[in-house]
């Protein structure tokens, strides 16, 4: 609270008891006198003589009683302890008060402190502005000039951003039709979507099995998960075992394998190897009979032999969790009925948006991007030029020039971006792998690479006449050291370099 107005209270409460004082006095004085001509003597009145009765008057006042008298005297003492009570307080009011002067006095003399301290800083405060514009170069008025010429640039940035989104906005408005094209060609689409797995399970007849899998001092499973590149899980889970892999194909294989050598009974390295390369010739023929359902489906009848193979192999890959035929059939019936509903060819539309990422298969092998691989397959393949430029242009690498690729962005588009048909997580899990076994296949004298353990081991075999045990040490160590700078990833990663050389003799 502000000194001064305290110090106005106390005189205001102080002069209250004053006033207070003085009618106490008063009413003490009027009780006092009174009582003085009730209780005194008359004059001429001689102790122990009694006077001879008279009649009183008729107006004379009536004697006081001693009951009335104890209660004057009470009364008289309540005043003088009230009167005491109060003096006490005025002491300590005139003591407050002096104590009152002293902190507004004190407070004083902060003040005058405060100023001369705000003027330091003050004096400060132009000393250091000084120096900024001494090292700086720049006066304040310049700093001040170039702040608003910073200011006003921004200003300017953010008008023209919002120019651009009011354009795009307007544009947005003006499509109306295009929107009620796509939805109605959407809503009359249903395609199911299945959510792919890095595990397969293998079935086992009893848990007996899963020694032989494991065989004598793990010989059996470790050349399983060499020769195949998976990885085999096997824990508490009665009559069954895990396969794990990014790869669909290599999983998918190595499934087989297992289920044969399992149903077989007959389970070690020169069987596992027997059986593994019949298994890759079965799934090579079921890719062809995954590619000639989907060609049903789609009613194409004169596609390129050649390319079954390789169409009926994207069965088994992912794009950020969406299984690639399946979107590439998905696509093929959006694009038919958006061309239907613009007037445009239907069976053109349906095979370019059929046929767009058909290059996934061979990203791995070919380089480039998938659109231009996919490209150059079909033109080698005989597929109609505005085909090639549709698969090609899809994503926009060289400009799209017919109304076919356009369309084929768009289906596109609406398959991998309606809710539940991609996960990016789970892509971007597989290109950190396939990124993993690209670094270590760079290296000269590599054979085969598998990424094992969900990404936290690449093991790599080498070919022993290439490559001798001094250099199987360096290529391990520029692997990791490649991993380290190119990868972001958690935890460590284990670089296994495998040189195995066989002798075989025959004799007769």
Same mark, same amino acid.
Do not use: W
């Given at each position: 609270?502000?000194?001064?107005?305290?110090?106005?209270?106390?005189?205001?409460?102080?002069?209250?008891?004053?006033?207070?004082?003085?009618?106490?006095?008063?009413?003490?004085?009027?009780?006092?006198?009174?009582?003085?001509?009730?209780?005194?003597?008359?004059?001429?009145?001689?102790?122990?003589?009694?006077?001879?009765?008279?009649?009183?008057?008729?107006?004379?006042?009536?004697?006081?009683?001693?009951?009335?008298? %104890? &209660?004057?005297?009470? =009364?008289?003492?309540?005043? /003088?302890?009230?009167?005491?009570? !109060?003096?006490? @307080? *005025?002491?300590? +009011?005139?003591?407050?008060? %002096? &104590?009152?002067?002293? =902190?507004?006095?004190?407070? /004083?003399?902060?003040?005058?402190? !405060?100023?001369? @301290? *705000?003027?330091? +800083?003050?004096?400060?405060?132009? &000393?250091?502005?000084?120096?900024?514009?001494?090292?700086?170069?720049?006066?304040?008025?310049?700093?001040?000039? *170039?702040?608003?010429?910073?200011?006003?640039?921004?200003?300017?940035?953010?008008?023209?951003?919002?120019?651009?989104?009011?354009?795009?906005?307007?544009?947005?408005?003006?499509?109306?039709?295009?929107?009620?094209?796509?939805?109605?060609?959407?809503?009359?689409?249903?395609?199911?979507?299945?959510?792919?797995?890095?595990?397969?399970?293998?079935?086992?007849?009893?848990?007996?099995?899963?020694?032989?899998?494991?065989?004598?001092?793990?010989?059996?499973?470790?050349?399983?998960?060499?020769?195949?590149?998976?990885?085999?899980?096997?824990?508490?889970?009665?009559?069954?075992?895990?396969?794990?892999?990014?790869?669909?194909?290599?999983?998918?294989?190595?499934?087989?394998?297992?289920?044969?050598?399992?149903?077989?009974?007959?389970?070690?390295?020169?069987?596992?190897?027997?059986?593994?390369?019949?298994?890759?010739?079965?799934?090579?023929?079921?890719?062809?009979?995954?590619?000639?359902?989907?060609?049903?489906?789609?009613?194409?009848?004169?596609?390129?032999?050649?390319?079954?193979?390789?169409?009926?192999?994207?069965?088994?890959?992912?794009?950020?969790?969406?299984?690639?035929?399946?979107?590439?059939?998905?696509?093929?019936?959006?694009?038919?009925?958006?061309?239907?509903?613009?007037?445009?060819?239907?069976?053109?539309?349906?095979?370019?948006?059929?046929?767009?990422?058909?290059?996934?298969?061979?990203?791995?092998?070919?380089?480039?991007?998938?659109?231009?691989?996919?490209?150059?397959?079909?033109?080698?393949?005989?597929?109609?030029?505005?085909?090639?430029?549709?698969?090609?242009?899809?994503?926009?690498?060289?400009?799209?020039?017919?109304?076919?690729?356009?369309?084929?962005?768009?289906?596109?588009?609406?398959?991998?971006?309606?809710?539940?048909?991609?996960?990016?997580?789970?892509?971007?899990?597989?290109?950190?792998?396939?990124?993993?076994?690209?670094?270590?296949?760079?290296?000269?004298?590599?054979?085969?690479?598998?990424?094992?353990?969900?990404?936290?081991?690449?093991?790599?075999?080498?070919?022993?006449?290439?490559?001798?045990?001094?250099?199987?040490?360096?290529?391990?160590?520029?692997?990791?050291?490649?991993?380290?700078?190119?990868?972001?990833?958690?935890?460590?990663?284990?670089?296994?370099?495998?040189?195995?050389?066989?002798?075989?003799?025959?004799?007769?």
């Amino acid at each position: 609270m502000d000194p001064t107005v305290l110090l106005t209270v106390l005189v205001v409460v102080l002069a209250l008891v004053t006033v207070a004082l003085v009618a106490l006095f008063v009413l003490v004085l009027r009780g006092g006198t009174a009582s003085g001509r009730s209780g005194g003597q008359r004059p001429g009145a001689r102790r122990g003589h009694k006077a001879p009765r008279r009649p009183a008057p008729a107006d004379a006042p009536a004697p006081v009683s001693a009951a009335e008298q %104890e &209660e004057l005297r009470s =009364r008289r003492q309540a005043v /003088d302890r009230r009167e005491e009570l !109060l003096a006490e @307080r *005025e002491d300590r +009011l005139n003591r407050y008060l %002096e &104590e009152m002067h002293t =902190r507004e006095a004190h407070l /004083d003399q902060i003040a005058a402190g !405060l100023d001369d @301290r *705000e003027a330091q +800083l003050d004096e400060a405060e132009r &000393e250091r502005v000084d120096a900024l514009a001494e090292v700086a170069g720049l006066s304040p008025e310049d700093a001040r000039a *170039e702040l608003m010429a910073h200011v006003e640039k921004d200003s300017r940035l953010h008008a023209a951003q919002l120019t651009r989104e009011i354009e795009s906005e307007a544009r947005r408005s003006a499509d109306t039709t295009a929107r009620q094209i796509i939805v109605t060609s959407i809503q009359r689409l249903a395609a199911e979507q299945t959510t792919e797995s890095v595990v397969a399970t293998v079935a086992l007849p009893g848990d007996d099995m899963k020694g032989r899998i494991i065989g004598r001092e793990g010989r059996n499973i470790r050349a399983f998960e060499q020769i195949t590149g998976v990885n085999v899980l096997i824990d508490d889970t009665p009559e069954s075992v895990l396969l794990s892999c990014f790869d669909p194909v290599r999983r998918e294989t190595a499934r087989l394998t297992l289920t044969e050598l399992v149903a077989d009974g007959r389970i070690h390295p020169a069987r596992i190897e027997e059986v593994h390369e019949r298994s890759k010739l079965r799934v090579d023929e079921l890719c062809v009979r995954a590619a000639e359902d989907a060609l049903i489906e789609m009613g194409i009848t004169d596609l390129a032999p050649g390319l079954l193979p390789i169409l009926g192999s994207l069965q088994y890959r992912t794009s950020y969790g969406q299984n690639v035929l399946r979107h590439l059939v998905e696509c093929g019936h959006i694009a038919a009925l958006l061309a239907g509903e613009l007037g445009l060819d239907i069976e053109t539309c349906r095979r370019a948006a059929f046929l767009h990422d058909i290059g996934k298969a061979l990203t791995h092998e070919a380089e480039g991007s998938h659109a231009k691989v996919g490209a150059d397959l079909a033109r080698r393949h005989g597929e109609h030029p505005d085909i090639v430029h549709a698969i090609e242009a899809h994503h926009n690498e060289v400009e799209p020039r017919t109304v076919e690729a356009v369309l084929t962005q768009a289906a596109d588009a609406i398959s991998g971006s309606r809710p539940g048909a991609r996960r990016e997580s789970l892509e971007m899990y597989v290109k950190r792998l396939q990124r993993l076994e690209g670094i270590a296949k760079e290296h000269s004298g590599v054979d085969k690479v598998f990424a094992m353990q969900a990404g936290r081991e690449v093991r790599v075999m080498v070919a022993p006449e290439l490559v001798n045990d001094a250099e199987s040490q360096v290529i391990a160590r520029d692997i990791a050291k490649r991993v380290e700078e190119e990868l972001t990833y958690p935890g460590s990663i284990k670089v296994t370099v495998v040189r195995e050389s066989r002798a075989v003799a025959l004799a007769k």
